[in-house]
C-alpha cells in the first residue's frame, strides 16, 4: 500500500483551504462590484464558473454579438452602447444565487468624444457611435435591451431614423483620445469634414463634390432652383 506522503497532504490542505478563501472572497468580490477579479476567481472554483451564448433580458433573448443599450445611472442623459462579448454566470456559494455578468466591449457616443475634440462636433451626427478598445464586465441586469448598429452608408440608406438604429465609421482610442482610422473617412465641402448625416448637402452638378448647406450659403433649408454649381464651378 502507497502512503501518502507528507508532502501531497500539504497540497490537499492548500487546495481546500484555497477553495474556502475563493468562497468567502467570492461574497466580497460581489458586494465591491469588482467583476473582472470575480470572473476570474470563479473560473478558478470548480462548479461556480459557467458560459453561455444567449441570455434572456427583460423578456428579449439577447446573444453574445449584439449591440446592446446599458443602464448608465441617474447621472447620465443617454445609456451606454455596447457589443456583448461574453454572458457569464459564477454561482455564490454562500446562496447558491447566481450571479450573471456581461463582457462588454463598449462604444463611445458624440458627446464623449468632443469632451476632448470639441472642433469635431460639426461632422459627428447625434446617432453616430465610436468602437473603442476598451472591454468590461457588467451586470446583465443593467441591460436595458438590443440596438442596431449599422455601417455609415447603410445608415444614409435609411427612410426613417428610430432612436435605437446608430451608425460606426471610426474607432476611438481611450487611452490616447484620438481617432483610429481617420484616413478611412472621405471629406466634403468646402470645409473638408467628414459626411454628418445629420446635416443637409447639396450636390454640385458640374463637379458632382457635396456641400453643407450653410457652406454654399442656402439659407432656411430651402433651395428652389433646378441646378446647383458651386463656387469652384460658375
Ligand atoms: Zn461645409
Ligand atoms: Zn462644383
Same mark, same amino acid.
Given at each position: ?47 461556480? &464558473?459557467? =458560459?453561455?451564448?444567449? +441570455? ?6 439577447? !446573444?453574445?454579438?449584439?449591440? *446592446? ?85 447603410? &445608415?444614409? =440608406?435609411?427612410?426613417? +431614423? ?6 460606426? !465609421?471610426?474607432?476611438?482610442? *481611450? ?60
Amino acid at each position: 500500500m502507497k502512503r501518502q506522503s507528507p508532502e501531497s497532504s500539504a497540497t490537499i490542505k492548500k487546495q481546500i483551504h484555497k477553495r474556502l478563501q475563493n468562497r468567502q472572497s467570492i461574497r466580497e468580490l460581489y458586494q465591491q462590484m469588482a467583476w473582472k477579479t470575480l470572473v476570474k476567481v470563479g473560473s478558478q472554483t470548480k462548479g461556480l &464558473y459557467e =458560459e453561455y451564448e444567449t +441570455i434572456k433580458v427583460r423578456g428579449q433573448v439577447l !446573444r453574445v454579438g449584439d449591440s *446592446v443599450l446599458i443602464n448608465s445611472g441617474d447621472q447620465h442623459d443617454e445609456d451606454y452602447v455596447g457589443t456583448l462579448k461574453q454572458i457569464i454566470s459564477i454561482k455564490e456559494p454562500t446562496t447558491a444565487k447566481l450571479i450573471c455578468l456581461c463582457r462588454i466591449q463598449w462604444y463611445m457616443r458624440k458627446s464623449e468624444i468632443i469632451k476632448s475634440k470639441p472642433k469635431c462636433s460639426e461632422w459627428i451626427s447625434e446617432q453616430e457611435l465610436f468602437i473603442t478598445n476598451h472591454q468590461e464586465y457588467i451586470l446583465a441586469q443593467s441591460i436595458i435591451s438590443s440596438c442596431k448598429i449599422l455601417g455609415c452608408n447603410e &445608415y444614409q =440608406e435609411l427612410d426613417e +431614423i428610430e432612436s435605437t438604429i446608430y451608425f460606426n !465609421r471610426l474607432e476611438w482610442d *481611450v487611452q490616447k483620445k484620438q481617432f483610429g482610422n481617420m484616413d478611412s473617412v472621405q471629406q466634403f465641402c468646402f470645409c473638408f469634414q467628414p459626411v454628418n448625416p445629420d446635416r443637409q448637402y447639396i450636390q454640385c452638378d458640374s463637379c458632382k463634390n457635396w456641400y453643407h448647406f450653410e457652406c454654399v450659403g442656402i439659407k432656411n433649408g430651402k433651395y428652389n432652383q433646378k441646378e446647383f454649381h458651386c463656387s469652384k464651378c460658375q
